[in-house]
């Protein structure tokens, strides 16, 4: 049976990937930056707090250099051994990230721990500076990568991380602000806790989907059964079994299946009408459809409720 083969148009993206390149490469050296002034006053100040903002901001410039690597690695084209591009690239890297968030939350939190419960002296003032510092300068890398996080689940997940990191300095602010004013020695180490929950908990949330997508789940807005709904409503197809839906990379999704057409049913317009289904109606951008009389093929298989069969 002949195997039709079709691709849906691809989105175009207005920002250039040269120029976006610049942006990340600029984000990642003022993130470097910060983490040293951050990691220098955490020691001086003696306050787990910002050295935990630190190790944080430390992880967004390590993700942002993942990220930059497989930005470039990404666009390389298909090859005879990667027959579908280098498209999840950016996927992997971005597992590669959170997992490296998780590991860092269960640090933070035990040397939190450990913190509240032998309070150490803190010096509040240069904590609120540094902790401004880190303020700014977090706002100033969500900025770059704002546009940039339209386009790239990994960049988006790093313009997240980013307004978190905000929201961590804010709390570093006001935790300085205790023990300057009030010399409140828990608010640090409550606040690293606060910090390594956050953490964490952005971790887990943002991996679900890259998981689902590198274990080749379907859309989550897009349900195979569906899909299967519409292919059968279209004249001439009587019956769709084997049907596959899974997305290649943030971007594109993939369906493959084969129809049982009616007798007298002309393949080639029966398969381009479903696939104009497919594309108009559900983005699909890459098909495989393989046409089956009763008589041939595997159409005369028990169907079951699996999408697989």
Same mark, same amino acid.
């Given at each position: 049976?002949?195997? *039709?083969?079709?691709?849906?148009?691809?989105?175009?993206?207005?920002?250039?990937?040269?120029? &976006? %390149?610049?942006?990340?490469?600029?984000?990642?050296?003022?993130?470097?930056?910060?983490?040293? /002034?951050?990691?220098?006053?955490?020691?001086?100040?003696?306050?787990?707090?910002?050295?935990?903002?630190?190790?944080?901001?430390?992880? %967004? $410039?390590?993700?942002?250099?993942?990220? !930059?690597?497989?930005?470039?690695?990404?666009?390389?084209?298909? @090859? &005879?051994?990667?027959?579908?591009?280098?498209?999840? /690239?950016?996927?992997?890297? /971005?597992?590669?990230?959170?997992?490296?968030?998780?590991?860092?939350?269960?640090?933070?939190?035990?040397?939190?721990?450990?913190?509240?419960? %032998?309070?150490?002296?803190? $010096?509040?003032?240069?904590?609120?500076?540094?902790? $401004?510092?880190?303020?700014?300068? @977090?706002?100033?890398?969500?900025?770059?990568?704002?546009?940039?996080?339209? #386009?790239?689940?990994?960049?988006?997940?790093?313009?997240?991380?980013?307004?978190? %990191?905000?929201?961590?300095?804010?709390?570093?602010?006001?935790?300085?602000?205790?023990?300057?004013?009030?010399?409140?020695?828990?608010?640090?180490?409550?606040?690293?806790?606060?910090?390594?929950?956050?953490?964490?908990?952005?971790?887990?949330?943002?991996? &679900?989907?890259?998981?689902?997508?590198?274990?080749?789940?379907?859309?989550?807005?897009?349900?195979?059964? #569906?899909?299967?709904?519409?292919? #059968?409503?279209?004249?001439?197809? #009587?019956?769709?079994?084997?049907?596959?839906?899974?997305?290649? *990379?943030?971007?594109?999704?993939?369906?493959?299946?084969?129809?049982?057409?009616? *007798?007298?049913?002309? !393949? =080639?317009?029966?398969?381009?009408?479903?696939?104009?289904?497919?594309? *108009?109606? !559900?983005?699909?951008?890459?098909?495989?459809?393989?046409?089956?009389?009763?008589? =041939?093929?595997?159409? @005369?298989?028990?169907?079951?409720?699996?999408? &697989?069969?």
């Amino acid at each position: 049976m002949p195997h *039709d083969h079709g691709h849906g148009s691809h989105r175009h993206h207005h920002v250039v990937p040269e120029a &976006g %390149d610049r942006k990340v490469a600029l984000a990642i050296a003022v993130n470097l930056l910060l983490t040293v /002034a951050q990691i220098v006053g955490g020691l001086i100040s003696g306050s787990v707090a910002l050295i935990a903002d630190a190790v944080h901001n430390l992880s %967004d $410039a390590v993700s942002l250099i993942i990220a !930059f690597v497989a930005r470039r690695i990404a666009r390389r084209p298909a @090859d &005879g051994g990667m027959s579908f591009g280098y498209g999840r /690239a950016e996927l992997v890297a /971005a597992l590669v990230n959170y997992t490296t968030l998780v590991v860092i939350s269960v640090w933070l939190g035990y040397e939190g721990t450990v913190r509240l419960l %032998d309070p150490p002296e803190v $010096a509040g003032g240069i904590v609120i500076v540094l902790a $401004a510092l880190a303020l700014a300068i @977090d706002l100033v890398t969500a900025a770059l990568t704002w546009r940039l996080s339209k #386009e790239s689940a990994n960049i988006r997940a790093a313009f997240l991380h980013n307004l978190a %990191d905000a929201a961590t300095s804010v709390a570093v602010i006001i935790g300085g602000v205790l023990i300057w004013v009030w010399d409140w020695r828990l608010a640090d180490p409550l606040i690293t806790l606060g910090i390594a929950g956050w953490i964490l908990w952005q971790a887990l949330v943002e991996a &679900g989907p890259v998981i689902r997508i590198l274990m080749l789940g379907a859309p989550p807005e897009m349900e195979a059964d #569906e899909l299967r709904r519409a292919m #059968e409503g279209e004249a001439g197809v #009587e019956e769709v079994h084997h049907l596959h839906l899974w997305q290649m *990379d943030e971007r594109r999704t993939s369906v493959e299946a084969h129809l049982v057409l009616a *007798d007298g049913a002309d !393949f =080639a317009e029966v398969v381009h009408r479903v696939k104009r289904v497919l594309t *108009d109606r !559900f983005g699909v951008s890459h098909s495989t459809l393989e046409p089956e009389c009763r008589t =041939a093929g595997c159409a @005369d298989a028990a169907r079951s409720g699996s999408t &697989g069969r």
